[in-house]
């Protein structure tokens, strides 16, 4: 037998060997993927007429509605960094605003860090304050390569919120900003700064225990 | 004789469909409980949760059941076991390129420049995978754009007819199965944002009607 009819043959083995393995591959994630409905739905089925079925998701929808919240809600996406202020599914009033940058600082020789991400889940309005203060924490010196300070009177800063602050835990805030040309730009240190006017329309119409959804 | 013949055939189909229908609209409604059964658990917590809509090519996230984002697939595709429909934990994003979190220097001033630290939805990647608890794997890309359509469409025939017969056959082999989802985005910043926004550890459904 020459060469190359034992190339050949061996080129035809592999590819018959690769055909059924792939015939294998395929049959087996039919018949898996046939097996859809598992044995406890396939049970519940059985025991169930139509109706009943009916019923039961109706149920159940009303019981998923009944969890919604009501009322005014303060949506936040912290991709598009934006503010939406919501009753249901209407949209009453969309904010550019400034989310977390998720950028790490060390206390250089500490053993302390910060991430400044805004924190994402539920949360509700706890706090509303006029002309709000801002207390320095120990990263906003830490940040500037500044000493920390032990007088409280240093680390109070009367300029950087705004005219309004809505705490909702945690030291954070929704508030004003000095920074309005970063509007829409991830560069805080994990609160949600907001121009102005949205500022004062969010604060105006959300009341404490408004509930406020990050993502 | 003919006509009878054609009547009795319909007769016949219309009584025979009649149970065949109504069981499927049972398996429909007994899907779409499982699912409001899966979202009521989830919807009470404090917390967002995904539900991939394979038959809607719809990604809703969602808190206390209220629709929060959605993002449109263009195209869906599946492998492997059917996926039951109940809550399932990320355990893992992962990806090539995974986005880096910058260090800040105290006290150098950057000059304006905010870009060299801040971490946001344009550096995300557009191409990742989720991956879930049973061997379930959601693989995530953008519609690819046309210089990039050939080496997609080559990669795309490899992994189906090649790679996923070969692991199906290797798993079997040890007595395991997987369920692979491809979720083709509308394109490269819904991809980045779906990335953004999904969390380790976060609850997700995968909803996948029967046709």
């Known amino acids: ?215 | 004789m003919l006509k009878k013949a054609a009547g009795g055939i319909a007769l016949f189909l219309w009584i025979v469909g009649i149970p065949l229908a109504a069981a499927d609209e049972k398996t429909k409604a007994a899907e779409m409980n499982q699912l409001l059964e899966a979202e009521a658990a989830l919807a009470k917590l404090p917390a967002s949760y995904f539900i991939v809509d394979l038959g809607e090519k719809t990604v809703f996230l969602k808190a206390r059941g209220i629709v929060l984002k959605k993002w449109e697939l263009r195209r869906t595709k599946f492998w492997g076991k059917a996926v039951s429909i109940r809550a399932l934990q990320l355990l893992r994003k992962s990806a090539w390129f995974p986005p880096k979190r910058k260090n800040i220097v105290p006290g150098k001033d950057e000059q304006g420049n905010i870009d060299l630290g801040i971490l946001e939805v344009k550096d995300m990647p557009s191409v990742y995978s989720l991956k879930f608890a049973g061997r379930i794997k959601i693989s995530v890309r953008p519609r690819s754009r046309k210089f990039f359509l050939f080496f997609q469409k080559v990669g795309s025939a490899f992994r189906r007819y090649t790679y996923l017969p070969l692991k199906t056959v290797w798993l079997a082999l040890k007595k395991k199965s997987f369920s692979e989802i491809e979720l083709v985005m509308a394109g490269d910043k819904d991809s980045k944002a779906l990335f953004w926004a999904f969390m380790e550890g976060q609850n997700c459904i995968i909803y996948q009607p029967s046709k």
């Open chain 1, 1 to 215: 037998m020459n060469r190359k009819k034992v190339l050949s043959r061996i080129l035809i083995g592999l590819a018959g060997l690769w055909l059924c393995l792939e015939l294998a591959g395929y049959t087996i994630a039919l018949v898996q993927h046939a097996r859809k409905i598992p044995a406890e739905l396939e049970k519940f089925v059985s025991e169930k007429n139509l109706r009943e079925l009916q019923a039961k998701n109706r149920q159940l929808a009303g019981r998923i509605k009944s969890l919604s919240p009501r009322g005014v809600l303060i949506l936040i996406d912290t991709a598009e960094n934006k503010l939406f202020l919501r009753e249901g599914t209407k949209v009453f009033r969309e904010a550019v605003v400034s989310c977390g940058s998720g950028e790490v600082l060390e206390e250089p020789g500490g053993t302390r860090k910060w991430i400044f991400d805004t924190p994402r889940g539920e949360y509700s309005v706890q706090s509303k304050l006029v002309d709000p203060t801002w207390i320095k924490p120990d990263w906003a010196f830490i940040e500037e390569g500044e000493k920390v300070p032990k007088s409280f009177n240093d680390r109070i800063d009367e300029d950087s919120l705004g005219d309004f602050a809505l705490g909702f835990g945690d030291g954070y805030f929704i508030h004003g900003t000095l920074y309005t040309r970063l509007l829409g730009r991830n560069v805080t240190h994990g609160c949600i700064r907001v121009g102005d006017t949205d500022l004062k329309a969010i604060f105006q119409k959300a009341g404490l225990g408004t509930r406020i959804y990050i993502y």
